[in-house]
Structure formats: C-alpha cells, structure tokens
C-alpha cells in the first residue's frame, strides 16, 4: 500500500475533523457517520475494494434504506470481496449471493469496452473471498459466468431487496438486470458501479437499453453510480443530469 494512503488511514483513524476537511466533508452529515468512516477506514486498510468514498456512501446508505423491505441481497462482480465485505457488515441475518467468474472479465470484442480487456481483474479466487468473508453469515458465493452460475442455485427462486452490480461490460450488465430485475421486490435497489464513467461505455449502454421501456428511470450519483427502485416512478429525474 502507497505511503500516502498509510498518511491518510492514520488522518481518518486520528484525526477525524482533519479528515473531513480534507475530503470537504465538514459540513455534511457524513462528517458525523462514525459508523460509516470507520467502515470506510478499515476498506483503505484492507484495500479490495475499487469504490470512492462516495460510492461506498451511496451503497452504504441504500444498504440502509433497504434494510426495512424483506428479501436478500446479492452483488454481481466480487473480485477481491472489498464491496462484498461492506454489503455483509450491513445485511443483517438475510442471505447474501455473491457470483464472479474469479477469473476476470469474460470474453468480449477489444475495443468495445473502453479501456477494459477481456481477463482484468484476475488476481483473485473464490477461495480468497471466502475465507476474507468467513466470519459473517449465510453468504452464498458461486465462481462461473453470471448468470449461468445462478442457474440451479436457491438464488434463482430469491426476492432481492438490494442487488449491487460491479461488472463493467455491456452483456454483463445486460444479463444482471434481465436476471435481477424480476426479482426484486417493490422499491427494492438496483445500485451499479460505472454508469458515468468513459472508462467502461457498455454498463450505461446496458441500463439506458434495459429501462428504456420500463417506468421506472435510472438516476445517476455520484461518483460514477447509478441507482434504480423497483416500481418507484420518477419523472423528474433524467438520465444523465
Ligand atoms: C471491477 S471488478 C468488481 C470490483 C468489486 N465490486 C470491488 O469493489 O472490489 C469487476 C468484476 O466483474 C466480474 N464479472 C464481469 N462480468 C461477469 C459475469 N458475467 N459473470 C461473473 N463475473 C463477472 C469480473 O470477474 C470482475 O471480478
């Protein structure tokens, strides 16, 4: 890990005000979550996960506004368990299915993915994750390509509450929603990495395909996020604002 991140750990565990003046949070309620800035510093420690700070705010806080509905939880795109980890520290008792080929991204035209390639993010395995997540509870995890590898598995007759997406590429994506979105109970989450980012084109191309014709709209966040309720109808909110 770079020295500079060590600086920034020791800030945050320490000195938190200076903290949050650094990042420009003084003046925000996230200034205040030691719950969450004490999830977040353990995530700099442990440094799986790829997300920002405000990414892993908005999981962390639609984690929290799903928790009330019935159903599991699920997250397409694992690699090294880092988002994975911060799903289970906030899933209660419920079930959580973790499905990546831990083998990288799967196999696609070059060129039609942004910057990615097929094979990126293979330094991992399912038996890292397993034994990085073996202390918390009925966590599901299936090495294979999405969906196939939920074919055949208790999460395949599952209600979801809260599905988190990480996977990059266009098909993927494509085949999370086709998969997920049926499943979802009402005003249950669809939230996913890479909707904004020139980076990886094929996860916003997916969304805006898949929800083209159906009433509900894909919000954009901060960072590179995007979210989707299940049934909640927002006209207000445009793609892309
Ligand atoms: C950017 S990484 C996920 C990062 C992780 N969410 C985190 O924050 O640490 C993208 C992952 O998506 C996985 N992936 C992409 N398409 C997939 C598919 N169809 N089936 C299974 N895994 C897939 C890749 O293997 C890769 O590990």
Redesign the pocket.
Known sequence: MKIKNHILIWILKSRRALFNRLKGISHLDIGTDNEFLDIHAEMLSED????TLRERYNIYHFMKVASGLEGAVA??????????K?LCKLKGNSPIYL????????SFVTGAEGVLSSG???D?SMEDVSAYLSSFENVYIY???????AIGTPAEHMRFRFV?L????Y???L??LDFFYPRMVDSGIIIS??YRTFFAPGVRKAFDHFFAHKKETVIPLWDTQCVVIKNIVNQGAAAGS
Do not use: C, M, W
Not at 75 to 84: F, Q, T
Not at 99 to 106: A, K, M, R, V
Not at 143 to 149: M, N, V
């Open positions: 799986r996960a790829i997300q997250e397409v795109g694992v690699y090294r368990g880092g988002s994975a911060l499905f990546d080929t831990f083998e990288g991204l799967p990126n993010f293979n991992t090495k294979g390509y999405f969906p196939d590898s988190h990480d996977v990059d590429i098909e993927s994506t085949k999370a990495h890479d």
